[in-house]
């Protein structure tokens, strides 16, 4: 298990960071993270919110529609906030993705909603209501819900609009990427899980940061729809094409692959499970729910763009290790390749069989601090 890698091991992992080498397992890429700006503030910022947590209807292309708004409990008009949309499945509703279904709060907006909790770091979350609970979007109605909603939610609450994502399954999945075609102008980032050309593609030809999630054995929309949507990004975003490992059928494991070559704040991450149909598969079984591995690795890719920091006091800074006069890295440390400029990353801190560690931009997290102790030994907590 990762938690407790023979040194040999980690030196070899840590070797490959040094020398600069991103092989595709360990998702190699260029950086990912645009340059600091200040946060783009809307006319809902700095006055008493006109909106609160709760059902909402709104006017849009001469029908009534409606959306489901999640806003922070301590929720500030002076901080522009995050703002993540999460679309709804074929048959689903609204509902169901701020509630979180069976599951409940810990799976609502697909696990996000609680990771954006446990962090500290605001975000609002908006859960639309698609007609005949999908996405088919005739004659871009659905896209044009989309800027009726934000029109409303950015003059009623303080909004980053540096800071705008939206993430879906299925249908909801095909609703983001057709997002991604024709609003990247406006979304910083979609992620899209087991999606599809569904919702049409009314552009798709600026980058967008892009993550796709898809399982192998896909019965429902083969994987290589998902292949397709990725692919239109790989190009947008000037990314180096390759075919990213996947998992083999049985394995019931995932492989996280960041694209390498990618215009500098647009990259491209393609993430393969064995399974089917779900937006939370759970390695190790054909189980699936809120324990899955796809929340944090979509949290890991949403929050990289962020220009605010967090309520939540910051992480320590990243040390690169130096050799002791002993030979020894100091006691805690990143491992961080001098020629990539990124730290070695396990997801989750994970400590179960099989988890894999890969190449992300340095965060300071726990997932990437390694200590060396007297058995000769690296862990990561």
Not at 34 to 43: E, F, I, P
Not at 127 to 155: C, H, K, S, Y
Not at 253 to 279: K, M, N, Q
Not at 321 to 333: H, R
Request: glycine share 14%; charged share 10%.
């Amino acid at each position: 298990m990762l938690s407790h890698k023979s040194l040999f091991a980690a030196i070899a992992a840590a070797a490959l960071l040094v020398l600069g080498i991103s092989g595709t397992a360990l998702g190699g890429t260029t950086s990912a993270t645009h340059s600091a700006v200040a946060a783009a503030a809307t006319a809902g910022c700095g006055k008493a919110p006109t909106l609160a947590s709760g059902s909402h209807s709104i006017a849009s292309g001469g029908q009534n529609r409606s959306y489901i708004l999640r806003v922070p409990a301590n929720y500030d008009s002076n901080h522009p906030y995050r703002l993540i949309f999460g679309f709804h499945w074929n048959g689903g509703t609204a509902n169901d993705v701020d509630s979180g279904g069976t599951d409940g709060y810990n799976w609502s907006y697909y696990g996000l909603r609680r990771l954006a909790d446990a962090a500290g770091n605001g975000t609002i979350f908006v859960a639309p209501q698609g007609n005949g609970n999908g996405w088919a979007n005739p004659g871009g109605q659905d896209v044009t819900f989309v800027d009726d909603m934000l029109r409303q939610i950015e003059a009623g609450l303080c909004v980053d609009t540096s800071q705008i994502f939206s993430t879906g399954f299925s249908y909801g999945g095909g609703m983001s990427y057709a997002l991604a075609c024709a609003r990247a102008s406006v979304f910083r980032a979609v992620v899209v899980y087991s999606g599809a050309q569904l919702s049409g593609c009314n552009g798709g030809t600026q980058p967008i940061a892009y993550m796709g999630v898809h399982g192998i054995g896909d019965p429902v929309l083969n994987i290589s729809t998902g292949r397709g949507l990725r692919d239109t990004f790989v190009r947008n975003n000037g990314c180096t094409a390759q075919n990213p490992p996947e998992p083999r059928s049985g394995s019931l494991t995932h492989i996280v692959t960041a694209y390498s070559g990618c215009r500098a704040g647009y990259p491209v991450v393609w993430a393969a499970f064995d399974g089917g149909h779900t937006p939370g598969p759970i390695d190790g079984c054909t189980c699936d729910g809120w324990r899955t591995w796809t929340s944090g690795e979509a949290w890991k890719f949403l929050t990289q763009f962020d220009t605010t920091p967090p309520t939540s006091p910051s992480p320590s800074p990243t040390v690169s290790p130096t050799v002791s006069p002993s030979g020894n890295p100091p006691a805690t440390s990143a491992l961080k390749g001098v020629g990539s400029g990124r730290c070695l990353d396990v997801s989750g801190a994970s400590q179960a069989n099989g988890a894999q560690a890969q190449i992300w931009d340095c965060n300071g997290q726990a997932n990437q601090q390694w200590t060396s102790t007297s058995a000769g030994e690296l862990r990561v907590y």
